[in-house]
């Protein structure tokens, strides 16, 4: 029974950034510096793309960097470069959250 008892999904919120610049894009990606707001920022994780409290749309974070390093993850406080992969245009003073989706 409990092996087909439907499973539910919970999206947890992992690091909220705040974007800084947006520096270059293409058509399908972008190159954005930001910093850390909460949490911790994740490379290969799938971000929402946040303007004035709403949701504008998701992206994935394709390249991290920290002192023009590439790492894989980024600590609260901390600021960083990123290529995103999104159709969305970024603008500075956007909101990344960055979330795992979990089930249960």
Wanted: net charge positive; proline share 1%.
């Amino acid at each position: 029974m409990e092996e087909r008892r439907p499973k539910i999904e919970i999206m947890e919120t992992m690091g909220r950034a705040k974007i800084i610049r947006a520096f270059s894009r293409t058509k399908n990606s972008q190159i954005i510096g930001g910093k850390v707001m909460t949490g911790q920022i994740n490379l290969n994780s799938t971000v929402k793309i946040m303007r004035r409290e709403f949701e504008i749309g998701r992206g994935k974070i394709v390249n991290l960097e920290k002192n023009k390093t590439k790492t894989s993850t980024v600590e609260e406080g901390a600021e960083f470069g990123m290529m995103l992969e999104s159709k969305i245009e970024i603008v500075a003073g956007d909101i990344l959250e960055s979330f795992a989706i979990m089930q249960k």
